[in-house]
């Protein structure tokens, strides 16, 4: 892995390679918590997103943001390669170290989640590439005596027009470094794009296929120690005592040392690390936590959705409009806690030395990381370099710091390099957990079937006020609310309404946050109504949309792909949903059997309409709907994590399933054009799937499904 450099505004321009000068251009937007990734600097950083070009005519681009299988590295090139208009085939990426040219825009930190990689970079990254265009024109037009608006850019060259002279970026790297860069470069009209918007080959899949790619649990230093973390097995509870004399007699172990999260057994091998984490007797005081339990946090759950919360949304008067309905509907949804179960377990690789740490991590989050490794060693954060690797899937949960926190900890007390990895019964039943949460709803219906007033009580966990207390307000968690609060259904008396009800066990970001269960139950609850008011599924949907253009056309996109009211297959039905969720508008039909006597749930065929605005790169969004369907099916068919005697009881995919090959629905994806601007593409295809799959159940029962996973017994 290489490091790249970090540089200041006087340096930025010109930077030394092994083949001579280079060409660095960039542009900086600054960002809230700078003084949480290092001490002010005496000028402003200059860059953002960063691209460097070496005399030998190559191009790399420092990717700032992290991927994990979201295909970012791909994109954000194909946005810098639009504007610079270098040779594709001569493109290398490396991953930006942690610093705050590298801040991104939207979070005012380094960090990947939200889907804010495409968003936050669209502007910066193709402003860059077209300064840098301009530069290398200005450079070769002063070597031939002409004019710059005779010359123009093309596959790493620049051209001058009249006489079809050419010179390669390489040779204008040093001219064009002793240029100013352009404030306001010039942009490329959008109907002249060569690369952005058209369908391209991922540039990571070779190394991933040939096994080059450097993941986390790939990193191997000199002299490197593994360790294996044992932890208390309850939340919230600390390590009493424990006898490691059997463990320090297992071959290969060289420490047994105590943490903050408990005993490490460090040793030559992660093997031999494990072996000694069995050898351990310990003794734990599992706390407060030690008898909670599914059932006691679902009995707090029912106590306080009796109980008015904070007010989260409030249009009209919704009490009002229920007491005069002609018909009301009444339900309560319920949905667990989940756990991200990432392909590549949770690890980190530190090395700690009085003069500075390195850390070498599969994370989501630079900046906390350096934040991390700056607490725990007392160096300065410029003195903490975060190698960033690939990462075996993300999904949130490598935001979290408890991993790196880790291996900064050994390392410092082994005196040595250090990697940590996780088991997956580690990682089962220590994760950060998509919050459970119970949904009390009420509406009314006019005469004429159509909705008058909605009113609803969401009973959860809090990720915010852990992750980031400040942004709790007056008692709301806008990720506990979000794909409710902001419904676009015209129902003119709404109330949202949020009780935050902490339960002892650790919650954090997962697949697209509130929007995965709150998404669920909005489309749920409103298909409920549907049914009530003897409207079709869409139709209803449709009206109520009238005035949420975007919402409307993937709508209507997928339910005409889908054939809506056209026929099915004997024993076959369809459900629908749309959900808006990280400035992306995304609809899905569902084609499912029921079998209500096995209980089994059978999806055949999921048709997805997307409206993320202006695209990049339509394989990496097809994918990323491919791959977010199958992981909020999964979720709806199978996934629990529940609690007993204070602790998880899901231990490995075993008792944590996921969806099986066989069990695969065919997939189709249709994105709107649009020139809007970018939205997400990471997480908005999971919230509606889950409502698209349970509303085609209810067509087949008569059934809705109120509570997640699908049971054989709600079925029936």
Same mark, same amino acid.
């Given at each position: 892995?290489?490091?790249?450099?970090?540089?200041?505004?006087?340096?930025?321009?010109?930077?030394?390679?092994?083949?001579?000068?280079?060409?660095?251009?960039?542009?900086?937007?600054?960002?809230?918590?700078?003084?949480?990734?290092?001490?002010?600097?005496?000028?402003?950083?200059?860059?953002?997103?960063?691209?460097?070009?070496?005399?030998?005519?190559?191009?790399?681009?420092?990717?700032?943001?992290?991927?994990?299988?979201?295909?970012?590295?791909?994109?954000?090139?194909?946005?810098?390669?639009?504007?610079?208009?270098?040779?594709?085939?001569?493109?290398?990426?490396?991953?930006?170290?942690?610093?705050?040219?590298?801040?991104?825009?939207?979070?005012?930190?380094?960090?990947?989640?939200?889907?804010?990689?495409?968003?936050?970079?669209?502007?910066?990254?193709?402003?860059?590439?077209?300064?840098?265009?301009?530069?290398?024109?200005?450079?070769?037009?002063?070597?031939?005596?002409?004019?710059?608006?005779?010359?123009?850019?093309?596959?790493? !060259?620049?051209?001058?027009?009249?006489?079809?002279?050419?010179?390669?970026?390489?040779?204008?790297?040093?001219?064009?470094?002793?240029?100013?860069?352009?404030?306001?470069?010039?942009?490329?009209?959008?109907?002249?794009?060569?690369?952005?918007?058209?369908?391209?080959?991922?540039?990571?899949?070779?190394?991933?296929?040939?096994?080059?790619?450097?993941?986390?649990?790939?990193?191997?230093?000199?002299?490197?120690?593994?360790?294996?973390?044992?932890? @208390?097995?309850?939340?919230?509870?600390?390590?009493?005592?424990?006898?490691?004399?059997?463990?320090?007699?297992?071959?290969?172990?060289?420490?047994?040392?105590?943490?903050?999260?408990?005993?490490?057994?460090?040793?030559?091998?992660?093997?031999?690390?494990?072996?000694?984490?069995?050898?351990?007797?310990?003794?734990?005081?599992?706390?407060?936590?030690?008898?909670?339990?599914?059932?006691?946090?679902?009995?707090?759950?029912?106590?306080?959705?009796?109980?008015?919360?904070?007010?989260?949304?409030?249009?009209?008067?919704?009490?009002?409009?229920?007491?005069?309905?002609?018909?009301?509907?009444?339900?309560?949804?319920?949905?667990?806690?989940?756990?991200?179960?990432?392909?590549?377990?949770?690890?980190?690789?530190?090395?700690?030395?009085?003069?500075?740490?390195?850390?070498?991590?599969?994370?989501?989050?630079?900046?906390?990381?350096?934040?991390?490794?700056?607490?725990?060693? &007392?160096?300065?954060?410029?003195?903490?370099?975060?190698?960033?690797?690939?990462?075996?899937?993300?999904?949130?949960?490598?935001?979290?710091?408890?991993?790196?926190?880790?291996? !900064?900890?050994?390392?410092?007390?082994?005196?040595?390099?250090?990697?940590?990895?996780?088991?997956?019964?580690?990682?089962?039943?220590?994760?950060?957990?998509?919050?459970?949460?119970?949904?009390?709803?009420?509406?009314?219906?006019?005469?004429?079937?159509?909705?008058?007033?909605?009113?609803?009580?969401?009973?959860?966990?809090?990720?915010?006020?852990?992750?980031?207390?400040?942004?709790?307000?007056?008692?709301?968690?806008?990720?506990?609310?979000?794909?409710?609060?902001?419904?676009?259904?015209?129902?003119?008396?709404?109330?949202?309404?949020?009780?935050?009800?902490?339960?002892?066990?650790?919650?954090?970001?997962?697949?697209?946050?509130?929007?995965?269960?709150?998404?669920?139950?909005?489309? @749920?609850?409103?298909?409920?109504?549907?049914?009530?008011?003897?409207?079709?599924?869409?139709?209803?949907?449709?009206?109520?949309?009238?005035?949420?253009?975007?919402?409307?056309?993937?709508?209507?996109?997928?339910?005409?792909?889908?054939?809506?009211?056209?026929?099915?297959?004997?024993?076959?039905?369809? &459900?629908?949903?749309?959900?808006?969720?990280?400035?992306?508008?995304?609809?899905?039909?569902?084609?499912?059997?029921?079998?209500?006597?096995?209980?089994?749930?059978?999806?055949?065929?999921?048709?997805?309409?997307?409206?993320?605005?202006?695209?990049?790169?339509?394989?990496?969004?097809?994918?990323?709907?491919?791959?977010?369907?199958?992981?909020?099916?999964?979720?709806?068919?199978?996934?629990?994590?529940?609690?007993?005697?204070?602790?998880?009881?899901?231990?490995?995919?075993?008792?944590?399933?996921?969806?099986?090959?066989?069990?695969?629905?065919?997939?189709?994806?249709?994105?709107?054009?649009?020139?809007?601007?970018?939205?997400?593409?990471?997480?908005?295809?999971?919230?509606?799937?889950?409502?698209?799959? @349970?509303?085609?159940?209810?067509?087949?029962?008569?059934?809705?499904?109120?509570?997640?996973?699908?049971?054989?017994?709600?079925?029936?």
């Amino acid at each position: 892995m290489t490091i790249a450099p970090v540089v200041n505004r006087r340096d930025f321009l010109k930077t030394g390679t092994a083949g001579g000068a280079a060409l660095v251009i960039g542009f900086y937007l600054p960002g809230k918590f700078e003084a949480l990734a290092a001490e002010p600097p005496v000028e402003l950083p200059a860059l953002n997103a960063w691209v460097r070009i070496a005399p030998d005519d190559s191009v790399t681009l420092f990717i700032d943001k992290s991927e994990m299988g979201q295909g970012v590295v791909t994109s954000l090139a194909m946005l810098l390669a639009e504007e610079l208009e270098f040779d594709w085939k001569k493109v290398k990426t490396e991953f930006a170290p942690a610093a705050p040219p590298y801040f991104n825009p939207l979070f005012g930190l380094q960090g990947t989640g939200g889907s804010t990689s495409v968003r936050a970079s669209w502007g910066p990254l193709t402003k860059a590439g077209a300064a840098g265009r301009e530069m290398l024109i200005a450079a070769a037009a002063k070597q031939w005596g002409v004019d710059a608006s005779t010359c123009h850019a093309e596959n790493g !060259v620049v051209v001058h027009t009249p006489t079809k002279k050419k010179l390669g970026y390489g040779a204008l790297v040093e001219e064009a470094a002793k240029l100013p860069v352009p404030a306001n470069p010039a942009l490329k009209d959008p109907k002249d794009y060569k690369y952005i918007g058209k369908p391209t080959k991922r540039l990571d899949t070779p190394s991933k296929v040939n096994g080059k790619a450097g993941f986390g649990i790939d990193v191997r230093l000199p002299n490197i120690q593994h360790a294996v973390v044992a932890r @208390c097995p309850v939340f919230g509870g600390k390590l009493k005592s424990f006898d490691d004399s059997k463990a320090k007699g297992v071959r290969g172990v060289k420490h047994i040392l105590q943490i903050s999260s408990g005993v490490a057994v460090v040793a030559d091998n992660t093997w031999s690390a494990m072996e000694g984490r069995r050898a351990l007797q310990i003794g734990w005081d599992e706390g407060s936590n030690a008898a909670n339990s599914s059932d006691a946090i679902r009995k707090l759950y029912l106590a306080a959705a009796e109980k008015p919360g904070a007010i989260a949304r409030k249009d009209g008067d919704a009490e009002a409009a229920l007491a005069s309905a002609a018909k009301k509907i009444e339900a309560a949804y319920e949905v667990p806690f989940l756990a991200h179960a990432t392909m590549e377990p949770m690890n980190c690789a530190a090395d700690v030395r009085a003069d500075g740490c390195d850390i070498y991590a599969p994370t989501q989050f630079q900046t906390f990381v350096q934040v991390t490794g700056a607490k725990i060693t &007392g160096l300065k954060p410029e003195q903490v370099r975060v190698h960033t690797t690939f990462l075996g899937g993300g999904f949130g949960r490598r935001a979290e710091q408890d991993f790196i926190a880790e291996a !900064v900890e050994i390392s410092k007390a082994a005196g040595a390099p250090v990697q940590v990895t996780w088991s997956r019964e580690d990682d089962m039943q220590h994760d950060f957990y998509r919050p459970a949460a119970y949904t009390k709803l009420v509406a009314g219906l006019d005469a004429d079937g159509w909705p008058v007033a909605w009113k609803s009580r969401i009973v959860s966990p809090s990720i915010m006020s852990r992750f980031f207390p400040g942004s709790v307000k007056n008692g709301i968690d806008e990720t506990s609310v979000e794909g409710q609060a902001n419904s676009k259904y015209a129902i003119p008396n709404f109330l949202v309404e949020y009780a935050l009800t902490e339960t002892g066990v650790p919650v954090g970001f997962w697949r697209s946050v509130g929007n995965s269960h709150n998404g669920y139950i909005t489309e @749920c609850f409103i298909e409920e109504l549907a049914r009530a008011g003897g409207k079709d599924s869409f139709e209803f949907r449709r009206k109520l949309l009238a005035n949420a253009p975007r919402h409307r056309g993937v709508l209507e996109l997928a339910a005409e792909k889908a054939g809506w009211g056209k026929p099915l297959p004997a024993g076959r039905t369809r &459900g629908i949903a749309v959900v808006e969720s990280f400035g992306s508008y995304v609809a899905e039909v569902a084609e499912v059997s029921v079998n209500r006597g096995s209980g089994e749930v059978r999806v055949h065929r999921v048709v997805c309409a997307i409206d993320c605005g202006r695209t990049v790169n339509p394989e990496t969004i097809a994918a990323q709907m491919e791959s977010a369907i199958v992981f909020g099916l999964t979720a709806a068919l199978k996934g629990q994590i529940t609690i007993e005697k204070g602790r998880v009881k899901q231990s490995n995919f075993h008792d944590y399933e996921m969806l099986r090959l066989n069990e695969m629905p065919k997939v189709e994806v249709h994105i709107v054009p649009s020139n809007e601007a970018p939205g997400g593409v990471g997480e908005p295809g999971t919230p509606p799937i889950a409502p698209a799959v @349970c509303n085609a159940i209810f067509a087949a029962t008569g059934k809705p499904i109120r509570r997640l996973p699908i049971r054989a017994e709600d079925l029936a």
